[in-house]
């Protein structure tokens, strides 16, 4: 093919030239930069129908629009297809070049326009990853020019703020800066710092912006470079009102940890300390330093508790938690109880992170519990056992005994006359004296066995595997052991004691029927004289039953006048003449028959019922003596007083008014005191014994020589007569003792200028002995036993 005139004129042009045949759209002449774009050999194109190069169908189009004469010109973009099939993006120009009259030529200027469009394709992906970066970034942000124009901003941005939909659609940055001066806490404050920003292009600053809605926002921003000079800022808003409540969480945590009383330590997932807190210090002393690394396992395991340590350890990892106590050591090797919880932290698999533990020491508490439960059950006074501890040791004595077949005893043991001691000398000094009598008790029983309180002046002693044989001994013991003379206070006394002695198993297999029983024991020995012991007897408890019949006995004996006065002659030694009587309670009962005083007034004395049978027997005395007295019969009647009718507010009175009422010299009464009463209460005793004196009154000083024998009382009181004791009198003149004792209460009651009287006189050598030691008076069966007035008026008043 001949060569196109212009093919030299094209070939040395840079781009790359196709001409085309305007008629036959085929290729005359290309140059060489079109071989090499397309990268086929040279003159390879010649004569091609240029279609065959279009790849769009736009291409196509276009050159079917020129066959058809439809176009001449065009200036696009479009795509070529190499010769191995590739598509090459280029520039393209064609121009319809009128060559003559009837004849022109396409000229197809074409530039290679891949690596144009890869950097527009760069820069696009460019443009689009910065966008993407842009909205994925988690902060909102703001990118403005120098004057504040806003070029963009991410959608965070504009949820930040809350920006209303109309400001996302219209382009209207002052209506955005004006939403968010109102969004602003303090929006003047706010446009200020602004406005200091804006004035400085090259600043970098970070902010804290805290909104009306409570939201705080986080603002820093940075000036905007190209080229080394500022073209803009870029403001980035981050919400950190999570994390402001988060620090602020931690640093209470933190707070918390520091300041807590608790012992805290936390470890890794290996269970190796990695801090402690300054109570772990205080409490365990040893330092953080010298925890970290260690594990809970070293620091609470203690000889014998490594087993526990272990099980703690393996219920923490199974349930997450474990919450206990345990005794520990501190650094210096003393002990001390830990109340301990150990958490596990996991992530949401279920894997250890951390575990926490926390302890506090308990030993205080441990120790103040300890007291609680002693003082439970153990008695205030005393520290003996109460009756709570006695209760189940004797239920532990019970199981061991029924195993073992064996025996043990229970003493029940009530001091005699305690509660004088109590109501004479106060209580203070009664509670001494019941620490003075534990500490003897204690000496009389061994280690195994047990001495209990169970209050007042009630003790028990139980004593284990102890026949009767043992408890007798014991018993003896207690008796010998208390009849040494205690002092207090520079005062001697004695104190005895009634010991009523149960044994397991024959009196009793429950705890209640043996405290009864034993109980029981010791009722029959305070009514048979006091200071002994005696073991149960069955029969015992019929008693207990009827000292309840007896009250009630009593009290419809008084109701229904079946009380009587019995006399007994008060004889003058010297002369043999009756000088008076002694008024002598007695008492038939229907079912009981003869019942002696010496069973009923304790009791009567005991229920309080002896006040309304008092007061009969000395309004049934005076009347009595008024009768005699009338009848020219010069006749002084002695009554007894108990204590309890002694203390009543209206005693005086009441004998007065009787003395009133039957028209009697008071001269003619004698009352007989103990020496109980007179100690009791000594001013109200002095106030009362005053009165009655002044009334004319006689009164004596009934069993002297029992009681405590405070001889103050003598000086003190106004009495006029001493009754020796008949316990003094029996082995007269034979006991040296009683000879001795007699013999210094006669001397002492003269000496005072009393006079005495001895009762219980059966024999003339009693008699005998008495006259010749001068004692005044006499009372008993060798003269007299008592009767009826009728009967001795008849005997002794005709
Ligand atoms: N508060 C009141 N007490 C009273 C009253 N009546 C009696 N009693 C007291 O009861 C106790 C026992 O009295 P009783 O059984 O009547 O015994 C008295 C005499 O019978 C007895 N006695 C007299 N002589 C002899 C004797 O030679 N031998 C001997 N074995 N007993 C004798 O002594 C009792 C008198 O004692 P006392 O009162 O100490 O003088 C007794 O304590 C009574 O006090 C009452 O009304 N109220």
Redesign the pocket.
Known sequence: MKAHPWQSMIEGLLEAIILVDPIQLRIVAANQAIHQLLQVGSSSLLGKGVIELAVAPEDVFFWEDVAAGLSENIHSETMLKRADGSIVQVERRVTLIRTGVDSSVYVVAINDHSNQRRVENELEKLIAELRATLESTADGILVTDLDGAIRSYNHLFAELWGLPDELLTQRDDGAIYAWMDACMHDASQYEERLGTISRSPLMEATDVLTLRSGKTLERVTLPQYARGRPIGRVYSYRDITQRLADEARLRLAAKVFESSTDAIFITDAEQKIVTTNPSFERLSSYTEQEMLGKTPRDFFSEEGNAVQVENLLKELDNLGFWEGELWNRRKNGHAYLCMISLVKVQDEFGAALNYIGFFKDRTETHTAKQRIEELAFLDVLTGLPNRLLLEERIRQAITISSRNNSTFSLLFLDLDHFKQINDSLGHPFGDRVLQQVTERLKKCIRQVDTAARLGGDEFVLLLHEANAEGAEICARRVLEELSAPFSLDGMHFTVTASIGIALYPEDGISMADLIKNADSAMYHVKERGRSDFRFYQRQMNIGLLSRMKLDHAMRQALEHQRFR??Y?PQVELATGKMLGV?????WTDKDLGEV???QF?PVA?ESGV?VP??NW?IQTAIKQAALWNRDGKSMRVA????AL?FQQANFVDSIAAALHEHALQPHCIEL?LTESILIKDVEDALKKLESLAALGVKLAI??FGTGYSSLSYLKRFPIYKL?I??SFVGDLPVDESDVAIVTAIIHLAHALKLRVIA????TDRQREFLQQRQCDEM????FS??MSADELEQRYLR
């Open positions: 006065l019995h007994q002694e008024a002598l309670l007695r002696s005083p010496v007034i004395e002896i049978i008092g027997v009554i007894n007083v108990s009718q007989e009934d069993d009754k004791d008949r009762e219980g006189v059966e009372q008993g069966y060798l036993q008592a």
